[in-house]
């Protein structure tokens, strides 16, 4: 090998050994799914209508956002699940991750639609994803299965491994609206459906959030009912026990709030429900108060509205809210009244939850060590308290940034030593009078 390959390799492996990190620009979206899996905030689908990536609005893509990094908000760092895209458009489903196995994502209801040929025409009502060989399959499962539903907010126990929603609503190609009263259960440990009790249940609706308390009681706040379209009243809590299997209703006391749809809400870790964003009746005109806490630890259950300093997010409707540490992250979603300048921008906010701050740049948390030597922080997402998540160990990162600085130095400096060596070389060699040439 002559000294000249020697050097292409040695830049070659220079060049190797530097990351170049490009964050991906995503098209707005709204009515998407979005899941916290370990480290990762998984996005899926959603309903796009100005950046459209095939003949449907309804987005097949994946997307996630890398949280053992810190980076911020005006140049989040999106990535693709690259050639693995969902095999259908989907839009205003509920998402959730299985209690049992870390790498499978349920996505249950919702718009399913054929990208390709723009047609409607999947017909299971629950697929899983597996993160780690991104396979999408419609599992089969006993019992009373739903009928096709969306614009629903189911949540997963983590405990019992049993996943419940609520009411919703569907549209046939004749654009008649079938409207569902029901209280669908799945437990994911046979993959079983039954049905809850509907005695004293509320009237059906969409576009409401659901939260389970870890005493096993699922708050349902706000939404639409389903015969009128009109916003329920958001101080007329509906509760339904897990436990027992039954419902009943809180009025709520504190701040009197804005009835609202298409919102969002995260459960903290003292029990606090956070509210954020929505729409008043007409779904076009924004609330007031976009920024809502329900404290659950007392009885009644009690509003207020924390006052964060500027400057204040625009708020959305039918975006993603997910708990990760003590941030509220609240993801993509579209504004009122509509401008197409606004709507095209892929929103991203973040809640410090501690003292209901914005913030525009995530730091992960400098995490405890734990007895068994891994770090570990309980978070949760929008349903689901009590998610474990792992970060890696800091001090074994700056190792491996020295390490790879260091051995990138040196093959620089061998690189530069061995080029030294070939231009002496080639000085030398040129100063040797060959046959033919002149002498001086």
């Known amino acids: 090998m002559n000294i000249n390959k020697l050097i292409r390799i040695f830049f070659l492996l220079i060049i190797s050994s530097i990351e170049i990190g490009q964050s991906l620009v995503p098209v707005e979206r709204h009515g998407h799914s979005a899941v916290l899996v370990d480290k990762k905030l998984y996005f899926f689908g959603g309903e796009s209508v100005f950046g459209k990536l095939k003949n449907s609005i309804h987005l097949d893509q994946i997307l996630y ?105 569907d549209t046939n190609a004749q654009n008649v609206v079938t409207t569902f009263n029901d209280m669908n259960i ?31 009681i699922i708050v349902f706040i706000g939404g639409r009912e389903t015969n009128n379209l009109v916003s329920v009243d958001i101080n007329q809590l509906p509760l339904y026990d897990t436990k027992v299997d039954r419902w009943s209703t809180m009025t709520a006391r504190g701040v009197t709030l804005e009835n609202r749809n298409s919102h969002s809400a995260i459960l903290t870790s003292d029990e606090k429900i956070i509210v954020f964003g929505g729409n008043k009746d007409d779904i076009a005109t924004p609330v007031l108060n976009p920024l809502a806490v329900l404290n659950t630890k007392v009885v009644p259950y009690e509003w207020s509205v924390p006052t964060p300093a500027p400057p204040l997010p625009l708020t959305t409707n039918l975006h993603s809210a997910t708990l990760v540490e003590n941030y509220m992250f609240i993801n ?45 922080v309980n978070t949760s997402s929008t349903n689901s308290p009590g998610l474990g998540v792992t970060t890696p160990d800091n001090g074994k990162q700056i190792g491996i940034i020295i390490g790879a600085v260091g051995i990138s130095v040196g093959v620089i400096a061998v690189a530069g030593l061995l080029g030294y060596k070939y231009y002496k070389k080639q000085k030398y060699t040129r100063a040797i009078p060959t046959a033919g040439s002149p002498t001086i």
């Open 332 to 376: 993509f979603g579209q504004v009122h009244p509509k401008n197409d300048s606004l709507l095209q921008k892929p929103f991203f906010y973040i809640l410090d939850v501690r003292n209901f701050t914005w913030v525009e740049k995530f730091e992960p948390e400098q995490l405890s060590q734990s007895p068994n030597g891994t770090t570990t």
């Open 186 to 216: 799945l437990d994911i440990n046979s993959l079983t459906w039954s049905k809850g009790s509907i005695t004293n249940a509320p009237l059906p609706r969409v576009d409401y959030t659901a939260t389970l308390l870890s005493n096993g």
């Open 65 to 169: 956002i890398d949280l053992s990094k810190p980076f911020n908000t005006a140049n989040p760092p999106f990535e693709e699940v690259i050639n693995a895209p969902m095999p259908f458009g989907s839009s205003y489903a509920t998402a959730f991750l299985s209690p049992q196995k870390k790498n499978i994502i349920y996505l249950f209801g919702g718009i399913m639609w054929d990208v390709n040929a723009n047609v409607d025409k999947f017909k299971s009502i629950l697929y899983s994803y597996n993160v780690e060989t991104n396979e999408w399959i419609p599992p089969a499962t006993t019992g009373i299965a739903p009928e096709k539903r969306r614009e629903i907010n189911g949540v997963i126990n983590n405990e019992t491994g049993k996943f419940y929603a609520f009411s919703g609503l």
